[in-house]
């Protein structure tokens, strides 16, 4: 399984959570940064990436449009890059589960 993350997170968050999600990457990595989030969408589609972001506007195109791609919506206020780090890491199992529910589109972590 493979995450996303967003402009608005650290780009050191994959290298953090390598142990738990190895092909991870940044949309800096990705040659996204800046783009429309329509861009980062149809990139995380086509490479079957889930986008994570502290942004509300992947989870409103995720009920406009469904999955894929699936979001991993970080709902919390100001914390460290190593606090967002645990807390994903910590929802290890329960981001396993959502990649394989056919039916869940969002995924909220707080």
């Not at 650290?10 to 040659?31: M, N, Y």
């Not at 969408?41 to 999955?67: C, M, P, T």
Request: hydrophobic share 40%; aromatic share 10%; glycine share 4%.
């Amino acid at each position: 399984m493979k995450l996303l993350f967003d402009e608005n997170l650290s780009p050191k968050l994959p290298r953090l959570l390598a142990t738990f999600f190895s092909d991870s990457a940044h949309v800096r990595e990705c040659g996204l940064l800046g783009l429309p989030d329509e861009d980062v969408w149809e990139y995380a589609r086509a490479n079957n990436f889930i986008i994570v972001s502290k942004d509300s506007d992947f989870q409103q195109r995720s009920l406009l449009y469904g999955h894929p791609p699936k979001i991993v919506w970080l709902r919390t206020g100001n914390c460290t890059r190593q606090q967002l780090a645990q807390l994903i890491a910590t929802h290890e199992q329960d981001i396993h589960a959502f990649d394989t529910d056919p039916f869940e589109s969002v995924l909220v972590l707080s």
